[in-house]
Each structure stands twice: as structure tokens, then as C-alpha cells.
């Protein structure tokens, strides 16, 4: 698929091919959809792999001094058919860090369906493949392959400024809205995380 060129017709049939996840079962959005992941219900979700993680976990400030830990957990609720980060997809949660900081990555993928994480320009979010990592290490191992039922992580240094992406890599996954947006910043004083029309929260 690297050879992989990109065709119009390509990108309507593999979208098809990602309208087609709806037959996930476990991952149709339900009444009883929220941020619980209590509400996943009986789905093969491998629940143990995020025990004990809140949302506080989220976003954390690391140990070591302009270091950042962020968790992300692919499917933890059933919106966008699971196709989502902490219950978030298609940008509506903005990650800003400053650049130079250290980016520490828990990805966390407890259900059956192949997710991957990584971090490229925002742009690619529109292509079927997003490609390779636009920081050095941002990236679970076998992005495209994904991975499923399983904890990764992964570091890297956020060195340049600009607008991009924590996107899933498995293909079409992005363009379907499997990713959140990830904001370098010459002028953020602080890592934060902004979830739809809320305000910015500072990492503590
Ligand atoms: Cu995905």
C-alpha cells in the first residue's frame, strides 16, 4: 500500500469500505452512549488495560521538567462507531503544547477493532493513509496495521511549531474522524487541552 497513489475514486470506495465498520456491532452509538467506560457494554472491550485511569490521566505534567503524559484510549466510548480518543474524534479536542516539550503517549486500544496512534501534519487527516510520523518516535509501532486489545507507548519531542494531528493510522480510520488535533505552540506557556466549545485546561 505504500506505492499506494491517490485516486478520487479510490478515496469514495474506501470510505465505502469505513461506512462499512457500522457492522462492528460494538461499536454503534447507543442511548446509553457517554463517557462511561462502564457503557460499553458486553463488546470484547478489554476493560482491565484502562483500570484505574480517569480523566485526570488524560493530560498530566510529566516528571521530568517540560515534559507532558497524555493518555489516549481508542474506543472508550461508542461515538463515531469507536472510531474516537477519550470519546473524541474529528478535532473536537485540541491538544496545545509548547514547543521543545516532551510528549510522553499511553495509547490504549481495549477493543477488538485495530486502532494505531500518531502524530502528523493536520492536513494528511484527509488522505486515506496519513503516512509517516512528522516527529521522530510520534508513532505506535505498524501504525497502518494497527493494533487491537493492547497498551503502547511511545515519546517524542514536540520541535516544531504548527497545526497537526493525533490521528489513528489504520487506513481510512482518519478520514472517517479517528483523530484530535495537536497544536505545537511557540507561545503556549503550558501544555493544555481543550474538549469542543470548553475552555482550555492546563495540564497539572
Ligand atoms: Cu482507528
Redesign the pocket.
Known sequence: MSSFRWKPWVATALAGVAGLGVSWGQDKPAASAGHDPATHGASGLRKELFAGITEADFIKLGESPKTVKLVLI?AYTPVNYG?NFNGHFKGNAVYTVPTGWTVEVTFINPSPV???LLVVEKEKVRKPQVGDPIFAGASVPNPVT?MSLKKETFRFVAGEAGDYALT?G?PT?ALSG?WVAFNVRDDAKAPSLKVGDGEPVEAR
Open positions: 481508542a472510531m485495530p486502532h494505531s494497527g489513528c489504520f480510520h479517528h
